[in-house]
C-alpha cells in the first residue's frame, strides 16, 4: 500500500522553511519525513507527515502550492549494506527509483525509506519476490 507525499513549492526566501514547518507544528502535525531540493527560483519541499489531509488543508488555506503524490515506504535492513541490497536487487530488476529519502522512525533493525518509483507493478513484484515489506499507512501511524 503506497503512502501520501505532500511537495509544497517554496519560493527561494529566507524564512519559508521556517513558516511552513512552523505551520504545521501550531496545528499539531508531526513530521515524519522531509526531503528539500531548490532551483534558482523556487524551493520544492517534500514530506510525510501523521495527516495529510489535514495538513494539505492548512497549507493550502495559507496559500501555498502544492501537489499529493503516492509513494512507498519500504523496511530495509538498518545495517551496513542494508539499502544497498536492496537497491542492487532493484536495479538488477529495472525498477527505476525516482527520488528517495529516509524516513524519521526505525524499528531494532529495521529503517524506512521513501521511494518514487516509474513502473510500480514491477517494483511491487520485485519487492514480493524477495519478501522485502512494504510498510502500510497504519503501521507508520499515518491518517
Avoid at 27 to 33: E, F, K, M, S, V
Wanted: charged share 25%; glycine share 6%; proline share 3%.
Amino acid at each position: 500500500m503506497n503512502i501520501h507525499q505532500i511537495s509544497v513549492f517554496l519560493e527561494n526566501r529566507t524564512g519559508q522553511l521556517a513558516e511552513i514547518t512552523r505551520l504545521l507544528a501550531d496545528n499539531n502535525i508531526d513530521l515524519r519525513a522531509i526531503s528539500i531540493a531548490e532551483t534558482a527560483d523556487y524551493g520544492l519541499v517534500r514530506m510525510i507527515v501523521d495527516d495529510s489531509h489535514k495538513a494539505s488543508k492548512i497549507l493550502l488555506e495559507h496559500g501555498d502550492i502544492l501537489s499529493m503524490t503516492p509513494v512507498w515506504a519500504v523496511e530495509v535492513p538498518d545495517c551496513p549494506g542494508g539499502l544497498a541490497g536492496v537497491l542492487a536487487v532493484l536495479a538488477e530488476k529495472h525498477v527505476d527509483v525516482e527520488y528517495m529519502y529516509s524516513l524519521f522512525a526505525h524499528q531494532e533493525g529495521k529503517a524506512y525509506m521513501v521511494m518514487r518509483i516509474h513502473d510500480e507493478p514491477k517494483f511491487l513484484s520485485t519487492l514480493g519476490d524477495l519478501r522485502i515489506r512494504i510498510m502500510s499507512m497504519e503501521e507508520l501511524g499515518l491518517k
